[in-house]
Nanobody, 120 residues
Framework: QVQLVESGGGLVQAGGSLRLSCAAS????????MGWYRQAPGKQREFVAD???????NYADSVKGRFTISRENAKNTVYLQMNSLKSEDTAVYYC??????????????WGQGTQVTVSS
């Protein structure tokens, strides 16, 4: 298991930047992947970005070129740098960790979420 704690959300004007952090309770090198999802009011939770153990990164088309995911292994922390924010980026952002067991089944773990509000 792993506990995840997000921070860094807030209110920002359109065009601005924010950096989200997700601190894990165990070494992130032991996790198969970490990532970010978001959920806007009245919408389903959607994938934003993730980073695998091999440092492969993946992004939703809607954030490519604006968001960057990275990690700092020594601090067991993953970051999401968000630039050129738009009003449609407004959502609760959730940190996600994936752990695969010996049967190759994946388990998802979630943080409590952090609110990002972009004013136009």
């Amino acid at each position: 298991q792993v506990q995840l704690v997000e921070s860094g959300g807030g209110l920002v004007q359109a065009g601005g930047s924010l950096r989200l952090s997700c601190a894990a309770s165990r070494s992130i090198l032991s996790l198969n992947a970490m990532g970010w999802y978001r959920q806007a009011p009245g919408k389903q939770r959607e994938f934003v970005a993730d980073i695998t153990g091999g440092d492969t990164t993946n992004y939703a088309d809607s954030v490519k070129g604006r968001f960057t995911i990275s990690r700092e292994n020594a601090k067991n922390t993953v970051y999401l740098q968000m630039n050129s924010l738009k009003s449609e980026d407004t959502a609760v952002y959730y940190c996600n960790a994936k752990i695969r067991d010996y049967t190759f089944r994946y388990y998802d773990y979630w943080g409590q979420g952090t609110q990002v509000t972009v004013s136009s």
